[in-house]
């Protein structure tokens, strides 16, 4: 079977799209990158309506979540801002219990005198190891802070720690008025007997890659990636930049044998290597959104330091995964952190899919019946909003087919719906943020949504012609995703 006859199948009689899809993909299997034998255009991920799991704070998340399953069938996550805590709960959404510090920044004068942020927890036969990025020299008023990275060692499933020493730290020392050295590395397990480390360098901003040994990971052991080899000592020694902005939140993807990267830049994007070092970027992002500004409060919202979990923790993810990240809404600050969950999956075809990415589209609803259709989380001061159902899933790129590409509306008087891009302001609302793309017309496997005004003339989103029964049609949107 040839590839065009390969994808009409799986997009039934549209012969077209399966063209179109060919032509706009990679050219082959495995040609994302030198070095790479996955097919990265045959990945495919759906992820599920957000949790809200913790938050608002000020204190954490900064840094990636790190999950571990306790013996006794819960689970621990591990959140830091400076000082590291560790929160239990019986399943990764049940996180919002009290917090218990467990590693404090270091002594004046260290390298971690400024904080302790654990980013990674693996496990081995002496127990948990936790790599931790570390901060001295800081004075962040004027933008200043040294990074590096240590490792430390737990037999109490992570309540107290044994600092064992610094094991990847740059070439350059402290830098007046700006960031220098090198962390906001996290690791995974390459099943290939080391453990691999990605992190960014704040002399030239890229990505690189360290590892060590999974039997013998202590300070002095650990190696960057050159190059052309693992022969650059990791404290101190330099390290080839990889390919493109691959970003620092790394897991090992068991079905595939690959090593998945994801970075918080523009949008949430992925990347995928066989040989640990060489990455192919999917095309579509996994989560979509407008603006990826730090200087807070703005009208946007921020995604920030994601991860990706396994079913039963830690960052070894088969089919089924969790992924997190600190999300800060739209005109919110830090001292707004929350800490976000969702239910994802990612399988690999055996030819190319589009779309790869689908995230959930799904509509809430408040105490005073008041509905919000949305794919980010629904967070608003002073109101609270419960799952009330889905409205299928949106793409988060432009397909070859005609496509609408949907903004997310709000005011307190409608609370949130959708409308064409630049609409909102013609419906009476303020727009909030990108929702994604969905069909113009109906093609295999899709449900169309609709514009609703109920009895009250209150604007609502519905996936049904009779918009549930609530009011009258006013238009259809689209058609999304099954």
């Known amino acids: 079977m040839n590839p065009v006859e390969a994808l009409a199948r799986v997009f039934g009689s549209h012969r077209m799209l399966a063209v179109a899809v060919l032509s706009s993909s990679f050219t082959g299997f495995g040609t994302g990158a030198l070095g790479n ?15 809200v799991v913790r938050g608002p704070s000020r204190h954490e998340p900064d840094a990636p979540v790190s999950l571990i399953e306790l013996p006794d069938g819960h689970f621990r996550a591990f959140a830091a801002n400076g000082t590291t805590v560790a929160i239990d709960g019986a399943t990764p959404f049940d996180l919002g219990g009290r917090s218990k510090a467990v590693m404090a920044p270091g002594p004046p004068g260290g390298p971690a005198e400024c904080g302790n942020w654990l980013t990674t927890v693996l496990r081995s036969a002496g127990g948990l190891y936790g790599l931790i990025h570390n901060e001295a020299h800081c004075d962040y008023r004027h933008g200043e802070t040294y990074k590096s990275m240590s490792l430390a060692r737990s037999s109490d499933e992570g309540l107290t720690w044994d600092m064992l020493g610094p094991v990847i730290t740059g070439a350059e020392g402290p830098a007046p008025g700006r960031e220098s050295g090198e962390g906001d590395c996290t690791a995974a397990d390459g099943h290939d007997g080391f453990w691999y480390a990605y992190c960014q360098r704040l002399s ?24 052309s080899g693992w022969d650059s000592p990791a404290l ?11 970003g ?5 993807w068991t079905n595939a044998n690959g090593m998945l990267v994801m970075a918080a830049a523009s949008a949430l994007r992925l990347s995928i290597s066989a040989d640990k070092v060489h990455f192919a970027t ?3 992002p996994i989560i979509l959104y407008d603006d990826n500004d730090w200087k807070r409060p703005a009208p946007t919202d921020l995604y920030a330091y994601p991860s990706m979990i396994g079913e039963h923790g830690f960052n070894d993810v088969g089919p089924r995964f969790f992924l997190a990240y600190t999300y800060i809404p739209p005109g919110a600050d830090f001292t707004q952190r929350y800490l976000v969950m969702h239910e994802a999956r990612i399988e690999l075809s055996s030819v190319p899919r589009h779309p790869q990415v689908r995230v959930a589209l799904s509509r809430w609803k408040n105490q005073d019946g008041l509905t919000w259709a949305t794919t980010g989380p629904p967070i608003l001061a002073g109101a609270s909003f419960s799952y009330d159902l889905s409205l299928g899933y949106v793409m988060t790129a432009v397909p070859p087919l005609p496509s609408v590409k949907l903004d ?3 005011s307190p008087r409608w609370g949130g719906f959708l409308a064409e891009v630049g609409g909102c302001a013609a419906q009476g609302s303020e ?8 069909f113009r017309s109906e ?13 009250r003339y209150v604007r609502f989103t519905s996936g049904r012609s009779d918009c549930d029964g609530a009011g009258t049609r006013d238009r259809l949107l689209g058609f999304a995703l099954r």
């Open 236 to 246: 101190g020694g330099s390290a080839a930049p990889l390919d493109g902005s691959i």
């Open 37 to 51: 034998d996955i097919c990265d255009a045959c990945i495919d991920v759906r992820v599920e309506y957000p949790h």
């Open 431 to 438: 727009r909030r943020r990108v929702a994604g793309y969905v």
């Open 248 to 252: 620092m939140s790394a897991a090992y």
């Open 282 to 284: 999917l095309a579509e």
């Open 408 to 410: 997310e509306c709000f």
């Open 443 to 455: 093609q295999p496997d899709t449900m169309p949504i609709y514009s609703c005004l109920s009895q």
């Open 204 to 227: 030239d901003w890229k990505n690189f890659a360290a590892r060590a040994k999974n039997n013998d990971p202590l300070p002095g052991k650990w190696m960057k990636w050159s190059g």
